[in-house]
């Protein structure tokens, strides 16, 4: 049977089953090359207006004058700056109130309507709002921030909470412990993976929010200098602007996807 | 005879499903544990006999009755009670030492004292070797152990087991059955188990009560007569050792038919 199976279909395109890591990775580099080299090819051969699409050489040319002219390290400072802070904020008030959502229900019967409510809210329609109420400096990017990623953070941390299992729990409390030393000693111990994930992906979406918060009123900023670009017909500026911001995102991401596996090595199978 | 060690008094469990009557789950149980015995809770799946171990361990609500240790009406759960769990409840950060150290946060003991605890507890259970492991590092049958090791380092006066070795393959089983039996012999302490293998319930246990379909009722009471120490090889092959276990399948099973026949299965 098994001498058939193999004879009829492909060893890569087998359900579930592993192939050479080189043939992993190669699949996904090449992907990319193919996507750059279709790009090269629609410019070059003039198949697309250089308005519409510039080459890749183009958008090069213009990484390099940006880092030299210095605007690139301003532009990526301050966005990280927003980022980072806008993130935290959420965070500070996400950890403590999906906790509580996830341990007692009437935390989860008091906050989760409003949430349910208000994370459906798009946050570029809170612009004008922010705008009005903080004014035009950093809180109030902060605040865009905030608003695309609170919502969304505290109900996942409420989900990390609920995942730890039930006889962990119970286990606990036949060694005496009150609920409050199983709260902090067994649920957030148990949980703590969860949320780390859980904060890789929500400054993920704060990465994704970030041309949102410096939509208007902004005179700095890698979304501040896309938006300036589409005026100017700078096209080239705007793919750029999008590449540094995927990039810096998926830095950000893998060092949290890297800190995991230091500080949680117990939670990573090993069998 | 003496005052029981754990007495179980006409306990009933109704669970409140939203609205009716609410699911019957365990009817009118009375049953007593005596200090230093073995005694196991033989039932079909779903009759009740976890529930009955959670309620004597105070992490389910009795709804009506009495569960007394020595006498006293439990209050929730207590150090005075040890628990093992059919699923594994070993903290995943926590090393294997760290799991056992864990239960003695409530003990007062000084950090020497506790290390010693620990360690024997470890040697109790065959895993010194295995202190600085990580759960994620053992096999089934290890972290039973370890979790066995857990319930009874600070020396709890009765040990409640939910199906403990339920989750393990055949062979792992056996080992772990003899292990107990091995722990027991040493320290004697009072155990109710709970289990739905007739096998396993002769080879462990001093007396047994067997329980009916659903809602759980005790329908019997076997007293396993049979020479201790006891061993799968020498134990399972004696005459006594058949006669008890085709009484305990008799029993069972006309149980097991009856559920059957009332969910139309032939």
Redesign the interface.
Known sequence: MRHVMKKHSSPLLELRRPIPPAWYWGAGLGFIALFVLVWVLLTSLGLVSRIFLPPPLAVWNELLRQAQSGILWQDAGVSLYRIFVGWLISTLLAVPIGILMGNFQFFEGLFEPFIDLVRYMPAVAFVPLTILWLGVGDTQKFAILFIGTFFQEALLIMDNVKTV?R??I??S?????SKW?ILR??IL??A?PGIWDTFRITLGWAWTYLVVAELVAASVGLGYRIMRAQRFLETETIILGILIIGAMGLITDYLFKLTYKKL???????? | MSLPKLHIQNVSKRFDLGGGEGLLAVQDVSLTVQPNEFVSLLGPSGCGKSTILMMAAGLEEISEGHIRVDGQDIEGPGLDRGVVFQSYTLFPWLTVAGNVRFALKKSHLSAAEQDDLVRRHLELVGLADFAAAYPNQLSGGMRQRVAIARALVYRPQILLMDEPFGALDAQTRMLMQELLLEVWQKDRTTVLFVTHDVDEAILLSDRIYVMTARPGRIKAEITVDLPRPRHWLETEGSLRFAELRREALRLLHEEVRQEGRSKNIR
Request: hydrophobic letters at 45%; charged letters at 25%.
């Open positions: 299992p006889e962990l119970q286990v409390s036949t060694f005496g412990l030393e000693d067994v111990r148990a703590m949680f090595r117990w939670a990573v199978q090993s069998r």
